[in-house]
Nanobody, 121 residues
Framework: VQLVESGGGLVQAGGSLRLSCAAS????????MGWFRQAPGKQRELVAA????????NYADSVKGRFTISRDNAKNTMYLQMDSLKPEDTAVYYC???????????????WGQGTQVTVSS
């Protein structure tokens, strides 16, 4: 599985960005997907996650009500709509996918290369 993020950039506080994560390869094996972020000097943290059919989503408290995660399995793409951005949202955002190639088999984690999001005050 290969993951490629796009959509990052520089935005003013209060603005919006939409991140995309395009998956390729053995996409049939992908279960849960998520967005993580890592700010300078801080640990990588979960931002949002979504199950394989989008029936369940989970958000970090810091982004609830501002960010929306979604996925389009027909396009093998996951999205993160980020509204009301704050300077503290500045970080490198990473796409993550959990894959399982057989029922009951091992689970594998895949990561994208990351995309920079910078929010100016």
């Amino acid at each position: 599985v290969q993951l490629v993020e796009s959509g990052g950039g520089l935005v003013q506080a209060g603005g919006s960005l939409r991140l995309s994560c395009a998956a390729s390869g053995s996409t049939f094996s992908i279960n849960t997907m998520g967005w993580f972020r890592q700010a300078p000097g801080k640990q990588r943290e979960l931002v949002a996650a979504i199950t394989s059919r989008g029936g369940y989503t989970n958000y970090a408290d810091s982004v609830k009500g501002r960010f929306t995660i979604s996925r389009d399995n027909a396009k093998n793409t996951m999205y993160l709509q980020m509204d009301s951005l704050k300077p503290e949202d500045t970080a490198v955002y990473y796409c993550n996918a959990e894959a399982q190639y057989s029922s009951g088999g091992l689970r594998y984690d895949y990561w994208g290369q990351g995309t920079q999001v910078t929010v100016s005050s």
